[in-house]
């Protein structure tokens, strides 16, 4: 698991335990963005999630949506559905996030990876939109099978400057490295998390880029029908765009930035 940097984008995490929340405050402490929770197994609805979504988004702020999880005792489809449809009408410009935490463990390694595929694969069909997954550093060595690494990981470890590594990420794409930050226009604490910045744009940036012609948009890539990960898709020119390092984990390679002549190389 690669480390913070200073490059990372600022991102906070919210739900009802952070009470009434001054966005526009928020964003002037530098924050770009942030995952706001939606629901909960398949009955629960955050109380504060309209709120969250309509205070951000007057901010300014890019938004991301996420579910916690209760594999313990509910359906994936069930799950699924009470989320997509908790979300919909907002704009989600991150992917949708599955949190799998705690309890969820109790049903197994394998369940386990099983159901969050289910319910990842479900929310993609029901919204056409992407998904990722928030665990804890520690849950996702334990629990979570190589099955689920073509979805982007949402990694939480705190007080260390890398998360613990786990057999089936090699990186992350947001670290929550605290949960006791003080951000303007929040009275308590709440999570902080360091955010690639290439992947902040990749979701930030995409709706700009149609311009002169262009028309790119987010589509799955799969290899004989598993997803891979999400690509971009040029439609003037016929093609799509995936990560670099998506394809060095192909072919068993690894990704070296030449910083001298600006270049990217994947090396066997």
């Given at each position: 698991m ?35 929770k ?29 579910h ?25 410009v ?51 099978g ?24 090699d ?5 929550q ?8 226009g ?9 955010m ?31 997803k ?41």
């Open positions: 690669q480390s913070k940097s200073t490059s990372n984008v600022k991102v906070i995490d919210v739900s009802h335990h952070q009470g009434a929340i001054n966005w526009s405050l928020v964003k002037s402490d530098g924050v770009l963005g942030a995952y706001i939606a629901t909960e197994g398949k009955t629960g609805l955050d109380e504060k999630h309209d709120d969250n979504a309509k205070g951000a988004a007057a901010a300014g702020l890019p938004v991301g949506f996420y916690y999880a209760h594999p313990e005792n509910n359906d994936p489809l069930a799950e699924a559905a009470k989320f997509v449809g908790a979300v919909k009408g907002y704009n989600a991150f992917p949708h996030a599955l949190d799998v935490e705690g309890k969820a463990g109790t049903v197994g390694a394998v369940k386990l990876t099983a159901w969050c595929m289910a319910w990842l694969q479900e929310v993609e069909r029901l919204s056409g939109h992407p998904t990722m997954i928030y665990t804890g550093a520690s849950f996702a060595k334990t629990y979570l190589k099955q689920l690494a073509a979805w982007p990981l949402w990694i939480a470890h705190y007080g260390v400057e890398a998360p613990m590594a786990n057999s089936t990420w990186s992350w794409s947001v670290f490295f605290t949960s006791s930050s003080n951000v303007k929040i009275a308590g604490k709440v999570d902080l998390n360091a690639e910045n290439v992947f902040f744009e990749r979701y930030t940036k995409c709706p700009k880029a149609n311009k002169g012609g262009y028309n790119l948009e987010l589509i799955p890539v799969l290899i004989n029908g598993k891979l990960t999400d690509g971009l898709y040029d439609e003037k020119a016929g093609m799509t765009y995936v990560p670099v390092r998506i394809v060095a984990e192909i072919f068993g390679a690894t990704v070296k930035w030449d910083s001298k002549l600006k270049r990217v190389e994947i090396v066997r």
